[in-house]
C-alpha cells in the first residue's frame, strides 16, 4: 500500500510538473539549472536508451510483472534478457529516464523529482530481493551473486 501511494505522488508530481513545463516554461524558471545543450541532448540520449531497455525488461518479464511488491503461485526466477546480466533494469530504466527529463528540462523541479525516487527505490529494492530469497532461496542468492542490482555485471 505504501509504495502505491508513493507511486502516485511521484507520477502525478510529474505530470503535472510536465504539463506546467510544457504550457509556460517562464513558471518554473526560478528553478532552472544552467546545463549545456550538450547536456541537453545527452538527456533525449539517455531518455530513449531507457524507454528500450523498461520496454525489453516488461517484454522479458510478461504477465509475472507487477507494480506491487507481490509474488504469485506461478511466479518463476526470470534470469533471461536483461535480467542475465542485472536484477532491475526496469528501475534502472526509470531512474534513467527520470534522469534524461531532469536533464531536458533543466530544471531543479525535475531532480528533485529524480532524487526522490532514487530514495524510493533504494528503500523499495532491499525489500523485494528479501520477497525473492524467500521465495527462490539458495537459487535468488546464487543469482545475486552473478548479477548486479542495477548496472550490468
Do not use: C
Not at 22 to 32: C, F, K
Not at 57 to 70: D, F, M, P, Y
Not at 110 to 126: E, G, Q
Amino acid at each position: 500500500m505504501g509504495y502505491a501511494v508513493v507511486r502516485a505522488i511521484r507520477s502525478t508530481s510529474l505530470v503535472a510538473s510536465l504539463v506546467l513545463y510544457a504550457i509556460n516554461p517562464s513558471w518554473l524558471g526560478v528553478l532552472s539549472v544552467p546545463f549545456p545543450d550538450w547536456m541537453r541532448w545527452m538527456g533525449v540520449a539517455l531518455g530513449v536508451v531507457s524507454l528500450a531497455v523498461y520496454v525489453w525488461a516488461r517484454e522479458t518479464l510478461g504477465k509475472q510483472w507487477s507494480s506491487e511488491l507481490q509474488m504469485r503461485d506461478q511466479h518463476h526466477l526470470i534470469t533471461v534478457g536483461p535480467y542475465a546480466r542485472m536484477r532491475h533494469p526496469i528501475y534502472l530504466a526509470l531512474l534513467g529516464f527520470l534522469t534524461g527529463i531532469a536533464l531536458i528540462a533543466a530544471n531543479w523541479l525535475f531532480v528533485a523529482l529524480l532524487v526522490f525516487s532514487l530514495v524510493d527505490l533504494t528503500l523499495r529494492i532491499p525489500r523485494e530481493e528479501q520477497m525473492m530469497i524467500a521465495r527462490f532461496g539458495d537459487e535468488y542468492k546464487a543469482y545475486m551473486k552473478r548479477t548486479g542490482r542495477l548496472l550490468p555485471k
